[in-house]
């Protein structure tokens, strides 16, 4: 146990593992800086590259990517509007009005700290309770997940800004368009219209680039020769106390990244939207309101996406199945490197789960020393005439949309999102819930019917196996309470009981 | 004059040098059939860096799931026919036609390498009510609809298997499809499905650890991986007409590729799956090596197509008669 132990230390201690550590850390931020790079992709070639590497090392740059990664995808997020990754999309709601404010660098300063604080509120429960967090992620049954997606789905109600009406419209866009392409149960054609291209359905990162960075850009042209605000740079680190004062909302945030993200089938996607909506909630009198610059709505989906890494570790080193996207790809290279991921990894190699968990704190770290310098040159973006700013946008959001696929139809497809987000904005339709829609579509579409296949067909059957299995009765209870406390009923009833 | 001479020399040696004598000239395309941490994939990725390293380029893999396979086979179908994109599969596109998911197949496709093949095994949660495959079929039948089989999809390896089964005894289970091996087992362990049947080698590791059970091999003979755990003949000689059956993995590209971009691709491959480290890393993971290539290749793939469309025509499963295809009766 102890010698196992020792090899937390090895990734701080040797130089070499440190500097990859810190090269992966640092190129990982850019990469998820960068819409549609992702880190899915960044570690799937480095799999070839870093072949005939030793596996220590393979590990620290994979590793480094994957949490410089996710916090990149912030940064872009908070400047420009475009998360670079799905699991960035809340930090948008409130970071983007805050740099719009002239408060970019206390925005980056905040979500940096915090990304820190959830990444390693992440990292201690991986270290801590893995075993017992992966056996309670392996009991989520299909109804289980489906009654998560439906909690998920409630959270239109506080994405829609201020029309309910109109975030149900934009929602069900998102679940119908999360609906076309082959069924994934039984490959079926959905609204393909008999092509090929739409077998695999619209990739919903072109989507989100389009309906977040063309859609942007196209809303600026109206007020091209208004002149951008003047970034204050008065404060980038925040201070001791504002930390202290988010400390209870960033921990009660950091758990929901921690579940969602060990939970098999979900990630830091999801986890980022219900803690953003989660702060919404017990956030009493927030100083800004929410989507118009809260500090609460940056920390809570920043400190659950980070936190999400460690989560997705956890069924990963414990029982060799994948948390996520990049946990599987992790798990490749395990075995290219000639491990055996899997139940026996923990009892066989110890040391391997020490490293990584080193490796993971180091790289929490570097995110935090290189996440606060710079941040400075990177303000100026904002501060860059729209002239310049709009053109640069549109490319990035070009280049993006090719790089998901390397498909040109993408490309295709965010210009038209773009053009259609830049209309639902117009309207006062928010385009948050569209994403939201598409991410849960696939989950609560393959997990309903999992779950009533399961139950030979049967409702009765189903509900009584939600309300006999604690963990569906608590999840089943959530979904009503969240939906009662946005009816016009429960707010006539708070309002009589405070008088 | 000189002009003229110089131009024909030039074209003289424009000519003479075959345009695809250095194939690969740029980096290549592998597009993986299954998603990521899967059977296929962790195979595909565990081979490709030798194959790289004989042909000195690089080949980018990308997971393309969905529709059982057929995505990825239609996509690579779609492709120009340069040697460039590789398809990285397994058995499934030869089910494709008589499960109605398309006319394209392996028939459309050069095999470059048959790398492994793998032998099924029906694993059940480790406290379910039975211990062998024939208590497994007396409980199913004492609880018709209760026992939950996994599935991967129409002409995935648990439907073809459970159509096997079902051809000699009755079996009245509810089948419940997930998106690939990996998150089927997943729900074994979690007690969302009952029984799965998986390749070997997907398996092992979970049936080592005793996070599940193995009931039977899908096979004539017991399996040096799984030491104990009965054949499914052992009860049931009937099988021995359909077996030995199982999936298989291998890399194709699109029919009318130039001879040279093959056979570079082909010995590269040859010489990456003699690779000491891959040899040891199939043989981990219980799958059996083939190294068969061109037509040896092409006649087992015909053998396969036959068995299992047959099969799992006879069982009801298949939307079209296998005659419709001119694929002949095993």
């Not at chain 1, 931020?29 to 590497?53: E, Q, R």
């Amino acid at each position: 146990m102890m010698d196992a132990f020792l090899n937390f230390i090895i990734p701080w201690t040797d130089p070499k593992l440190l500097m990859l550590v810190a090269l992966g850390t640092f190129s990982g931020i850019y990469v998820g800086a960068i819409p549609g790079l992702s880190v899915t992709m960044a570690v799937s070639i480095l799999i070839s590259f870093t072949f005939s590497w030793e596996v220590y090392e393979a590990l620290c740059l994979m590793v480094g990517i994957y949490m410089g990664g996710v916090y990149g995808g912030s940064r872009t997020a908070v400047l420009l509007n475009i998360p670079g990754a799905p699991s960035a999309i809340a930090t948008s709601f409130d970071g983007y009005p805050l740099a719009q404010k002239g408060e970019a660098g206390e925005a980056i300063g905040l979500s940096t700290t915090m990304s820190f604080v959830g990444g390693f509120i992440g990292i201690a429960v991986l270290a801590v309770a893995a075993p017992m967090v992966s056996e309670f992620a392996l009991r989520f049954q299909p109804r289980d997940y489906m009654l998560l997606a439906i909690l998920g789905i409630l959270l239109v109600g506080s994405l829609s800004g201020d029309s309910l009406v109109k975030g149900i419209f934009a929602g069900s866009l998102g679940l119908l368009i999360g609906c076309v392409g082959l069924d994934p149960l039984t490959a079926q054609e959905r609204f393909t219209f008999g092509m090929i291209d739409l077998w695999g359905g619209i990739s919903f990162v072109a989507a989100m680039i389009g309906m977040f960075g063309v859609a942007e850009a196209l809303i600026q042209l109206r007020y091209v020769d208004k002149t951008a605000v003047k970034q204050k740079l008065t404060r980038i680190v925040p201070s001791l106390k504002s930390v202290r004062k988010y400390l209870p909302l960033s921990l009660q945030t950091s758990s929901i990244g921690v579940i969602i993200g060990a939970l098999p089938g979900t990630g830091g996607d999801i986890a980022a939207l219900m803690a953003y909506d989660h702060a919404k909630r017990v956030t009493k009198d927030p100083k800004v309101p929410f989507g118009q610059g809260a500090k609460e709505g940056l920390v809570a989906p920043e400190t659950a996406n980070n936190a999400a890494v460690g989560g997705a570790f956890i069924p990963m080193i414990t029982l060799g199945i994948p948390g996520d996207a990049v946990t599987a790809i992790i798990i490749g290279a395990l075995f290219v490197h000639g491990l055996n991921p899997g139940p026996m990894l923990m009892i066989e190699q110890p040391q391997m789960f020490w490293f990584i968990v080193g490796c993971l704190t180091l790289a929490n770290v570097f995110m935090l020393i290189f996440g606060l310098t710079g941040v400075r040159i990177f303000t100026k973006i904002v501060e860059m005439p729209r002239t310049v700013m709009i053109p640069l946008i549109l490319m990035l959001s070009i280049v993006g949309a090719f790089a998901v696929n390397n498909s040109i139809t993408d490309v295709y497809w965010m210009l038209g999102f773009g053009v259609l987000g830049y209309f639902m904005k117009l309207y006062g339709y928010q385009v948050g819930p569209v994403i939201l829609g598409v991410i849960l579509s696939t989950l609560i579409d393959e997990n309903w019917r999992r779950a009533i296949i399961s139950e030979q067909e049967s409702l009765p059957k189903l509900l009584g196996g939600i309300l006999t299995s604690p963990l569906s009765l608590v999840l089943f209870l959530a979904v009503v309470f969240i939906f009662v406390s946005q009816t016009p009923l429960w707010a006539r009833f708070k309002a009589r009981r405070k008088a | 004059m000189t002009r003229k001479i110089l131009g024909a020399a030039v074209a003289a040696v424009l000519t003479a040098t075959p345009v695809l004598a250095d194939f690969p000239a740029k980096d290549m395309q592998g597009i993986i059939m299954w998603g990521a941490g899967g059977g296929t994939d962790v195979i595909m990725r565990a081979v490709t860096p030798h194959a790289e390293k004989a042909m000195g380029a690089k080949v980018v893999m990308q997971n393309m799931s969905g529709g059982v396979g057929a995505i990825s086979v239609k996509y690579t179908y779609a492709q120009k026919a340069d040697g460039y994109t590789l398809l990285m599969g397994a058995e499934n596109p030869q089910l494709y036609k008589v499960m109605g998911l398309g006319d394209v197949d392996y028939a459309d496709f050069i095999p470059i390498s048959m790398l492994a093949r793998g032998v099924p095994v029906i694993v059940a949660q480790s406290d379910a009510p039975f211990d062998n495959f024939r208590e497994m079929v007396d409980y199913i039948e004492a609880n018709p609809k209760t026992v939950k089989f996994g599935s991967t999809g129409p002409g995935g390896l648990p439907s073809v298997v459970n159509a096997m089964l079902g051809s000699q005894v009755n079996l009245d289970v509810t089948t419940v499809p997930y998106n690939g091996d990996g998150p089927a087992m997943t729900a074994l362990q979690g007690g969302a499905i009952d029984v799965f049947p998986v390749v070997i080698g997907a398996a092992l590791d979970h049936i080592n650890a005793g996070r599940m059970k193995a009931i039977a091999v899908v096979d004539t003979e017991a399996n040096p991986a799984l030491p104990g755990v009965q054949p499914i003949v052992e009860d049931y000689a009937e099988y021995a007409t359909y077996l030995p059956w199982g999936p298989f993995f291998g890399i194709w590209v699109k029919k009318d590729t130039p001879e040279e971009a093959v056979t570079t691709l082909q010995a590269a491959y040859a010489d990456a799956l003699d690779a000491p480290e891959f040899q040891a890393f199939l043989d981990q993971r219980g799958f059996t090596p083939m190294n068969i290539a061109g037509d040896e290749a092409q006649e087992y793939l015909d053998r396969w197509q036959s068995v299992s469309s047959w099969l799992v025509y006879e069982s009801g499963l298949a939307k079209h008669s296998p005659e419709k295809f001119d694929i002949p009766r095993p």
